[in-house]
């Protein structure tokens, strides 16, 4: 019965140490410009940016169609078409 404490004292001691690790460790590893629409408090968007692909079993599995590129473009704002699919494979 002292396992218990000593993984709870240890997960305990780990939590602390991330959360003590400095926030600002990280680097980038390519030069890149400065965002144009930085804003340090965000900017929440609304909608509909949640797509399962053709790669995702389940959405395969009942017939979605949608690629991986289709669903990038969907999120950069672009008309995304969905099932059901007419005779000819296009979306309705």
């Known amino acids: 019965m002292t ?3 000593r993984r709870a004292t240890g997960a305990l001691a780990a939590l602390l140490l991330a959360l003590a690790s400095p926030l600002h460790a990280f ?6 410009e400065p965002c144009a629409r930085f804003d340090p408090l965000r900017q929440p968007f609304y909608g509909d940016l949640h797509v399962h692909t ?3 079993f389940h959405a395969n599995v009942i017939g979605v169609r949608t690629t991986p590129r289709e669903a990038n473009r969907f999120a950069r704002g672009e008309r995304l078409g969905i099932r059901p699919y007419d005779a000819e494979g296009r979306p309705l």
Not at 27 to 32: A, G, L
């Open 3 to 5: 396992s218990r404490p």
């Open 54 to 56: 053709a790669l995702s």
């Open 27 to 32: 680097e980038r590893s390519e030069p890149r």
